[in-house]
Each structure stands twice: as C-alpha cells, then as structure tokens.
C-alpha cells in the first residue's frame, strides 16, 4: 500500500491562490497545465491572478475551474463555492463603487459644473468691471519730454513739451493746454529770476489727477 498524504489548503485562499498553490505544490509551470488541460496559458494567467472579469465569460471561467482543480486534485465543489462567494462579494463591491460613484457625481455634477460655470463668469465680468472702473478712476500717465525737473538757465522763457493720453484735460500752472492728436503738448513759460515752480495737472473726466512739479532757476547773466 502506498503512502498517501493528503494536503490541506489553508483556509482564506481564494480560489485563485488555492490553485496557483497547487501547481507550484506540484512544481508545474502554466505551459505544463496548458497542454494537459487544453486551456491557453493566457487565460490560466488570469484564473491565478483572480481577474475574472477578463475572461470570456462565466461558463468559461466555471469550466475552466473544473477542469484545473481535476487536474491539480483540488475539491472542484469547494473551487466552485469559493468561486461563487467571490462573485458575489466582488458584484457587491462594485455595486457599492457604482453608488458611491453616482453620488460623488451626483454632488459634483452638472449641477455643480454649472453654478461652477456661472460663478466663473460672474467672476470674471466683476473682474472686467473692477479693471474698467480702474482704468476710469486711475490718474493719465503723463510723459515731459523737456525741461528736466531741476534745471538752471538764463533764459527768460522755457519750452514745456511732453506726451499724455488722448481727451485729457492738462493745465500747466492753471492755464489749459490744447494737445494734438497723438496727445503731444507744447507750452512756452516765461521765468522769473529765482527759482520757478512750474506744476503740471493732467486729469480724465471722472479720473484722480496727475500732479507733476518741475523746479526751474533761472540764473541772472551779470
């Protein structure tokens, strides 16, 4: 009488690892099973791996456990079980993944999307507005080309000329100054002997003004 020792499986295993377990227990490789049960080594890959759902189907995946758990002296009624139990826990937690999915997109759907879409714009319109009024309120920007502020001369009389933006008012001390098309500005003073405090006011409509302040001294020639 030969001596026979039944293994045990410990309990736990999937049916994946109980017949993966086997083979190795056996020292069969997959292309051995393979060509015994004339299953392709693809797809005893993926019985071992547990990812049912990448085979054909399950009368696919029911014969194929059969005929594997023969081979390898497995119970096929406990890998049958075992297969079951795992189906149906697996639908369960999908079905969960499903729900919570359709919640997560039901929170952050297209409801969601859109007020996200409309506050977006709101956004951006205050924006638009924020930069018009901005713009509106900011002082010109003024540019004086001559003279440099500080200056000394024995002339009698100085050129002002410089550059701002189109439809400004500019004054140069209080008397308004007509500027061209491109905003270019010109205005002979005249100069007292001392020091000459020329200020310069540019201002939009509804805008704050811009204050400029040249210091000119006009030397005498004795």
């Known amino acids: 009488m030969s001596n026979f020792q039944k293994k045990t499986i410990s309990k736990g295993q999937t049916v994946a690892n109980r017949l993966k ?3 190795l227990e056996k020292s069969l490789s997959l292309d051995d099973v393979s060509e015994q049960i004339n299953v392709q080594k693809k797809y005893l890959e993926i019985l071992e791996s547990g990812n049912y759902q990448d085979l054909p189907g399950d009368i696919y995946v029911r014969n194929w456990i059969k005929l594997y758990g023969n081979f390898l002296s497995v119970p096929v009624n406990e890998l049958l079980l075992d297969y079951k139990l795992e189906k149906t826990l697996g639908q369960k937690f999908t079905a ?3 729900k919570n999915k359709k919640y997560h997109w039901k929170f952050l759907g297209p409801h969601l999307l859109k007020r996200a879409l409309v506050v977006f714009v709101v956004l951006v319109v205050l924006g638009y507005f924020a930069w018009e009024i901005n713009n509106i309120v900011s002082p010109p920007q003024v540019k004086v ?6 200056t000394k001369t024995t002339e009698s009389v100085i050129l002002i000329s410089g550059q701002t933006e189109k439809e400004i008012q500019l004054s140069i001390n209080g008397e308004l100054i007509l500027l061209d098309a491109e905003g270019n500005f010109s205005k002979e ?3 007292s002997l001392g020091l000459n405090n020329l200020v310069i ?3 939009k409509k509804h805008s704050k003004k811009r204050v400029i302040e040249l210091n ?3 030397e005498s020639t004795e």
Not at 145 to 150: A, K, R, T
């Open 21 to 23: 377990n086997s083979r």
């Open 96 to 98: 969960v993944q499903n």
């Open 145 to 150: 080309f001559q003279p440099e502020n500080n």
């Open 189 to 191: 003073v005249n100069l």
């Open 201 to 203: 006011n540019a201002k």
């Open 216 to 218: 000119i001294l006009r």
